[in-house]
């Protein structure tokens, strides 16, 4: 996909892989519109990339309500005339025991992180169908491919069923000349801590055993997998090979992970965040 001339739109564009997507995107030819809760983070994102020559527009938008990906789609195409990617990258994350962590707030998560894309594809696939070609991009985690810990578990469930969403999206779309695209990040350096909530004993988030990377490298890859119609993004070395492991002997993966979790936890063991960068 040329993206010369495109239109993209970016939710939770206002920062972290959002706001690396957009000025990546950007960088590539494309105009982009930046859609974030925080609406004023929106606007400096744009800003940024019309400061470099390129054509964004910034807009206030709160995924969770029905009508908001319709507002969405209509303020693009008033503002470009067209629309030929969409990237739904809105995530929030919950920590706790799995049963300490209230109802409302599993809603919460469940609303923000999954239903959010439901709603984005009632709108855009449609579209994008009726016009014959276009490109989703979805950002998932490395959650949803392996587990870390026991204490997001809101998270890596709605992270995991956006990977499912992700396979059925492909297998619909592809054949029809819809792009699909399923981002796994592992740690990326991005502000997501400022909006979790804690429950109960929630211990430390320890992560995967991955480096923290900077999220311009996920923007890069983003724009890869749009112009090779490529479908997963793994955002580090070995990711591919651990979900396989994970899935080959469940119980043994688990079984790894409580103690490595416990050597970082205990000191015998460096954090992964302290790990070198691939």
């Known amino acids: 996909m040329d993206l010369t001339h495109s239109v993209a739109i970016v939710t939770g564009g206002g920062s972290g892989i959002g706001r ?17 809760i925080d609406g004023s983070r929106a606007q400096a994102v744009a800003d940024e ?20 990906h319709a507002h969405l789609r209509d303020a693009a195409m008033s503002r470009f005339g067209r629309i030929d990617v969409v990237m ?19 809603l919460r998560v469940i609303d923000v992180n999954l239903v959010s894309i439901v709603r984005s594809n009632e709108v855009f696939v449609p579209h994008m169908l009726e016009q014959g070609h276009g490109h989703l991009v979805y950002t998932a985690s490395s959650e949803g491919l392996f587990r870390a810990q ?4 809101p998270y890596s469930a709605t992270k995991a069923a956006v990977v499912a969403l992700c396979d059925s999206l492909w297998m619909y779309l592809h054949p029809l000349g819809i792009g699909v695209t399923c981002v796994a990040p592992g740690p990326v350096i991005t502000n997501i801590v400022e909006q979790i909530r804690t429950f ?34 793994y955002t580090h070395t070995g990711m591919a090979e651990t979900a396989a492991r994970a899935a080959a002997d469940r ?26 960068a691939d």
């Not at 690396?20 to 974030?36: F, K, Q, T």
């Not at 920590?95 to 962590?101: A, D, S, T």
């Not at 983003?222 to 479908?231: K, P, Q, S």
């Open 20 to 36: 690396a997507s957009a000025l990546a995107l950007a960088e590539a030819g494309a105009n982009v519109m930046i859609a974030d």
């Open 49 to 68: 990339i019309t400061a470099a020559g390129a054509r964004a527009y910034g807009i206030a938008l709160d995924v969770t309500l029905d009508d908001s």
């Open 88 to 106: 739904n990258n809105v995530g929030v994350v919950t920590i706790g025991p799995p049963h300490e962590i209230p109802l409302q707030e599993w």
């Open 150 to 153: 026991w204490n997001q578990a």
């Open 200 to 233: 109960g004993d929630a211990g430390p988030m320890v992560g995967p055993n991955l480096p923290l990377i900077e999220p311009d490298s996920v923007g890069d890859a983003v724009v890869r997998a749009i112009r090779d119609n490529a479908y997963m993004v």
């Open 251 to 276: 119980e043994a993966y688990l079984s790894g992970e409580l103690h490595r979790v416990a050597d970082v936890m205990s000191g015998a063991a460096p954090p992964p965040w302290e790990l070198a």
